[in-house]
């Protein structure tokens, strides 16, 4: 059983498109985040959603808009895709916001 | 500038070599994590540190958080092939709103 799974793992889209990834967490943990990975692997935080709350929104561009329905779910929608955005998307979700991070696989996301 | 610098970037040796690696930082953290990351993955959790001075050993891997937990190391012994991958040190800041922050990361190869 997979602890974080986030869909899709690969995304190829054009400029200036709107796309979502989604991710679920079946750990019963209380926060979800989510994390980019540019090109150097430097990993990121965007957003953190402590009991479906946003606890957590660094400088991220407005067309970013993170959804969570419920605890075990935080969804990622971007709208009108640049080529910067291009980038490894990775959820991840801990108990409490300085407990053991546990990621998904990440999502390869790739704008042309 | 990057709260948690991670030295060095890049790391190639060759089979049963040793290493050190490096986590800096002019901030106090109440505790530090220690990941790897392997290529198509999301980084996985290898030890957390609490407190000052702590030694933690993980079959060949050493941690250990400065005395002033404002830095940490991470040293292998006789690294293989297997021990190849992405190492992050992440940080979780005291006092409220605290976040886990990631080091920039050290890449580490090690070859036959």
């Known amino acids: 059983d997979t602890a974080v799974s986030q869909t899709p793992k690969y995304l190829v889209t054009q400029m200036g498109n709107d796309k979502s990834i989604k991710c679920e967490q079946n750990l019963g943990h209380d926060t979800m985040y989510w994390y980019k990975q540019d090109s150097k692997k430097f990993l990121k935080i965007m957003f953190s959603?402590?009991?479906?709350?946003?606890?957590i929104n660094e400088t991220v561009p407005n067309r970013f808009s993170p959804k969570s329905p419920d605890k075990a779910h935080l969804n990622l929608h971007i709208n009108s895709l640049e080529l910067g955005d291009s980038a490894v998307y990775f959820c991840?979700?801990?108990?409490?916001?300085?407990?053991?991070?546990?990621f998904g696989q990440g999502t390869r996301l790739t704008v042309v | 500038t990057q709260l948690l610098e991670q030295s060095p970037q890049f790391l190639s040796i060759q089979e049963g070599e040793n290493l050190t690696v490096y986590c800096n930082s002019s901030?106090?953290?109440?505790?530090l994590q220690w990941y790897r990351q392997e290529p198509g993955e999301g980084p996985v959790l290898l030890v957390t540190v609490v407190t000052g001075g702590e030694v933690k050993k993980l079959k060949r891997l050493t941690f250990q958080f400065g005395d002033a937990r404002k830095d940490s190391s991470l040293h292998i012994t006789a690294a293989q092939p297997g021990d190849t991958g992405l190492y992050l040190c992440?940080?979780?800041?005291?006092?409220?709103?605290?976040?886990?922050?990631f080091g920039t990361g050290t890449r580490l190869q090690v070859t036959l």
């Open positions: 901030s106090v953290f109440s505790s």
């Open positions: 991840a979700s801990s108990q409490s916001m300085t407990g053991r991070a546990f």
């Open positions: 959603y402590n009991n479906k709350e946003l606890i």
């Open positions: 992440a940080g979780a800041l005291t006092g409220t709103a605290s976040k886990l922050t």
